[in-house]
């Protein structure tokens, strides 16, 4: 079964109440920086909203994600090809990835706040990227196989050594992962907004990003 087909599925199934997908998308961008429509970040930044919403976001005090309830239906239907779909998206991973090796068959990533060297046979995904970028993205393991999600985030070349300044500090205070995304995102919506920086100076901000 085809993940993307399957996301726009659940994308569909439970974005249907506007109110709520207006509140889950003032709350994302206080936590990642506003972006608006007529920026370049818009487009990227709506596909890893919605994705967001349906497989991470939890809401109303709850325990799980939108998609937990699609899984649920799928399993009581005896559609176990379809569950199996889910389950991926909901199992996926997000974080931050510096690019290792690309070829014509494959990309290596090394997860920067995990670790890991992860191997996904899909280099069409990152076409105009290169080794030592550093991309906000989301791995989806389904059937033994890893794929991109849609959430893209690239980050300036030659902010590296700033981004895991940032993250051993975050992680350090005690907050997770999902802090340490969320604050090196709204850095890369300041690049948009300080022209008369570079942008890897940008990056240098301290939390409350402005200089001391």
Request: no cysteine.
């Amino acid at each position: 079964m085809n993940l993307d087909d399957v996301l726009d599925d659940l994308i569909a199934e439970h974005t249907a109440d506007a109110d709520r997908v207006v509140a889950a998308r003032r709350e994302y961008e206080e936590r990642r920086g506003r972006v608006f429509q007529e920026e370049e970040l818009w487009e990227k930044w709506s596909a890893a909203f919605v994705e967001w919403y349906v497989v991470e976001r939890v809401v109303d005090g709850g325990a799980l994600p939108p998609a937990a309830a699609s899984l649920r239906r799928a399993r009581d239907e005896g559609d176990a090809e379809r569950a199996r779909a889910i389950r991926a998206w909901l199992t996926s991973h997000r974080s931050l990835f510096e690019i290792q090796l690309v070829t014509p068959s494959r990309v290596e990533l090394l997860d920067l706040l995990g670790g890991a060297l992860i191997s996904v046979p899909d280099p069409q995904a990152l076409i105009g990227a290169t080794v030592g970028d550093v991309v906000e993205l989301r791995v989806v393991g389904h059937v033994g196989v890893v794929h991109f999600g849609r959430t893209f985030v690239f980050h300036p070349r030659g902010a590296r050594d700033a981004i895991l300044a940032h993250a051993r500090r975050i992680l350090g205070s005690g907050a997770d992962r999902r802090a340490v995304l969320d604050h090196v995102a709204s850095l890369r919506v300041n690049v948009e907004r300080y022209r008369h920086m570079s942008p890897a100076k940008v990056y240098e901000l301290p939390l409350g990003g402005k200089r001391a």
